[in-house]
């Protein structure tokens, strides 16, 4: 049977209605599938001060419960910041107040954890010039046997073998860039390694490595030495675990009477 032009047509017509009918069911479909603004993912928060949403129900903490972590402000940063510190930056606030990356902070300090116990204990030297410091490092002599200066570095401790208190340390410990830049610059010209704890505006010049914390208040640093000094012992298994260590992290802070003083 042989069609008209006409009914050929209305035939072709028809197709292709259904065909446009097809394809916008299918797209019904889709867009009920998927919706058109997906929602935005934050993480649940749990932290008592700034910075709480880098934490949430399935964050793992390397060393000390996070809430520790938070209670020391480690992760306070200062309302300026250096271009050579923003890799270690979370956010920055609305005021322009900089949050550190508490992931980060923790794999920078586990990688000086492995990095230090290749050494003798006694080859190990850490400073503060800085009175917020200056418990912190001398618990850390005292948990691992680490040489520790506190106060003002005497200048050739590290240079001049004539000096009575020469030292020769095989890696630097620093507590801030530049109030111990007498014990670095020695350091660096006796081809040492330097680790120094850096805030968000601190240039790290002649520094080997670069631990990005609040270094200005002393309950970060003494959490840090804390941390610092049992997880060493861990690893050089001195101790078996948390409970053999001997050290509150209150024996390693600075009251706050002691730091005006």
Not at 73 to 91: C, D, E, N, T
Not at 93 to 102: N, S, T
Request: glycine fraction near 4%.
């Amino acid at each position: 049977m042989v069609m008209s032009d006409k009914e050929d047509a209305k035939t072709t017509k028809s197709d292709a209605e259904d065909k446009t009918k097809s394809i916008s069911s299918k797209k019904e479909i889709v867009e009920k599938k998927t919706p058109k603004t997906l929602p935005e993912k934050t993480p649940k928060e749990t932290a008592i001060k700034e910075g709480e949403g880098q934490m949430n129900e399935k964050t793992k903490t390397l060393f000390v419960n996070q809430d520790i972590y938070l209670a020391s402000g480690i992760y306070i940063g200062m309302s300026r910041k250096l271009k050579i510190m923003m890799p270690f930056i979370y956010k920055i606030r609305a005021d322009g107040l900089c949050i550190f990356d508490l992931k980060k902070i923790e794999e920078r300090i586990q990688m000086i954890i492995k990095w230090l116990s290749r050494y003798k204990p006694n080859e190990i030297l850490a400073v503060s010039r800085k009175k917020n410091g200056h418990k912190a490092v001398a618990t850390l002599g005292k948990a691992t046997g680490a040489k520790t200066v506190y106060g003002r570095f005497m200048p050739g401790m590290l240079s001049n073998p004539a000096y009575r208190e020469y030292f020769e340390p095989k890696i630097l410990i620093a507590c801030d860039p530049y109030g111990d830049k007498q014990a670095i610059e020695e350091a660096y010209k006796i081809n040492i390694p330097v680790v120094c704890l850096c805030d968000t505006y601190n240039f790290p010049r002649l520094v080997d490595f670069v631990i990005p914390l609040n270094n200005k208040g002393r309950k970060s640093i003494a959490l840090f030495f804390y941390i610092l000094a049992k997880e060493l012992l861990k690893e050089n298994k001195t101790i078996k675990g948390d409970a053999e260590f001997k050290f509150s992290l209150e024996d390693f802070e600075m009251s706050a009477e002691d730091t005006k003083l």
